[in-house]
């Protein structure tokens, strides 16, 4: 399994990118995707996430900002991140999860990371 995230990149304040994730995943659609970013000297922690059924969660700070989103027919998920902080500098990995009915993750990949810089 393959999960080659894209997009990153070097932007100004305000600035907007769009990360793209494709997925060599069979049965794509029944995988929750999700979007991590680690900063340095930091852990990695859950930016946004998009559940099999469509359902979307994002933390606090990228609320309002960012938009997760996913195309099934081509195995891949997006990331609008606009409005972009310094503090949204970070790299930013790509996640597939297979959450069985009982809430426990069955498979879980992670794709390879992409950089995003924000400058001030």
């Known amino acids: 399994v393959q999960l080659q995230a894209s997009g990153g990149g070097l932007v100004q304040t305000g600035g907007s990118l769009r990360l793209s994730c494709g997925a060599s995943?069979?049965?794509?659609?029944?995988?929750?995707m999700g979007w991590y970013r680690q900063a340095p000297g930091k852990q990695r922690e859950l930016v946004a996430r998009?559940?099999?059924?469509?359902?979307?969660n994002y933390a606090d700070s990228v609320k309002g900002r960012f938009t997760i989103s996913r195309d099934d027919a081509k195995n891949t998920v997006y990331l609008q991140m606009n409005s972009l902080k310094p503090e949204d500098t970070a790299v930013y990995y790509c996640n597939a999860a297979l959450v069985g009915r009982s809430g426990i993750t069955l498979y879980d990949y992670w794709g390879q990371g992409t950089l995003v810089t924000v400058s001030s």
């Open positions: 995943l069979n049965m794509f659609s029944i995988y929750d």
């Open positions: 998009i559940t099999s059924g469509g359902t979307t």
